[in-house]
């Protein structure tokens, strides 16, 4: 884990080089441990994934932060407020979309919703007008800003919840499964302004979902909770190298992968697998081993051959399979 300095204590709260710390965090529901221990620190304009099956710890982890419930021990301190002695400064830092809550009231259009969150964490009408007609345009939701939201689909309720949550600017954005319930033109905008807020706008993004594909592409970082306990917390590159297989891929072009194609090249006794070629003729070829004396014979029959190597790369894993092996304990 990065190592942080905290520097002096200010007027306005404990800074430090991180936007999140978690210390010793602990959360008992009588003798049930929901989550036990947890100590993490998240760096400023980072995707952080927090990942977990079912009842791993993950949501009770994400109202810990947001204060909605309050831990039997530890401390949770946001862009340097400590939310058990700084509450009201600690929570303007953030802005959160909870999967399983009602994230914005019903009864109130989706333009009052935005409104009435902007106020409540104290900005003047005037600033939050313009980020709203923006939201609310990016989500394709200005034509019924003023439709109450009881009336939408899930999708467009979820759209809102994004919208109200963004619409204080926030330094620090939880995200609870985000995209449920939307379809795939919204999910992809919510996934862009994820990249967008945490590299361009230097915000901190807490994503937790069951989307292993999209946590892989947009994650930073990766933690995975198991039973109320973390069990790694890696840049996502180094946990995927950690379990990349001693076996090699070449990637080829000018091939559609089939038998016919390869067959007069490679050698016959080696059991590659090609996997079928790609729209742009690319192919990959998996060598059974990781012996280097192999893979030269390979890449000597393919230049033989005249097969354009466009690659060669150990093994890798996708997350969703690390993953696997890590809530199995493997």
């Avoid at 949770?76 to 058990?84: K, M, N, P, Q, T």
């Avoid at 200005?142 to 939201?149: F, G, H, K, L, T």
């Avoid at 016919?260 to 060598?287: F, K």
Wanted: aromatic content about 4%.
């Amino acid at each position: 884990m990065q190592e942080v300095l905290a520097h002096a204590p200010t007027a306005g709260g404990t800074r430090t080089g991180a936007a999140i710390q978690l210390r010793g965090l602990t959360k008992r529901f009588g003798h049930l441990a929901a989550v036990e221990g947890v100590s993490l620190e998240v760096p400023r304009g980072q995707v952080f994934g927090l990942l977990g099956p079912n009842g791993a710890g993950k949501t009770t982890t994400i109202k810990l932060m947001t204060g909605l419930v309050t831990p039997t021990s530890g401390t949770v301190v946001l862009g340097g407020y400590d939310i058990s002695r700084q509450r009201s400064r600690a929570v303007q830092q953030v802005g959160a979309v909870l999967e399983g809550s009602r994230n914005v009231y019903w009864s109130l259009s989706a333009w009052q919703n935005l409104l009435y969150f902007g106020r409540l964490k104290g900005l003047r009408t005037a600033e939050i007008k313009p980020r709203a007609e923006r939201l609310l345009g990016d989500l394709d939701l200005w034509e019924r800003r003023n439709q109450q939201v009881g009336g939408f689909s899930r999708g467009m309720q979820q759209k809102v919840a994004v919208a109200a949550a963004l619409v204080t600017d926030p330094g620090i954005v939880l995200l609870d499964e985000p995209t449920i319930g939307l379809d795939v033109e919204a999910a992809q905008t919510v996934r862009q302004w994820v990249v967008r807020l945490a590299h361009q706008d230097g915000k901190t993004i807490v994503l937790t979902t069951h989307q292993l594909a999209m946590a892989e592409e947009l994650c930073d970082r990766v933690a995975v909770i198991r039973d109320g306990h973390i069990v790694t917390d890696l840049p996502t590159h180094e946990l995927l190298d950690r379990y990349a297989e001693d076996r090699f891929e070449v990637e080829v072009g000018g091939t559609d992968g089939t038998d016919a194609t390869l067959a007069n090249i490679l050698p016959a006794e080696l059991p590659v697998d090609a996997a079928p070629g790609s729209a742009d003729g690319h192919t990959i070829i998996t060598l059974p081993t990781a012996d280097q004396e192999t893979l030269h014979q390979v890449l000597a029959r393919l230049h033989a051959g005249a097969v354009p190597v466009l690659g060669v790369s150990r093994v890798r894993p996708s997350l969703e399979a690390v993953f696997v092996k890590l809530v199995r304990g493997e």
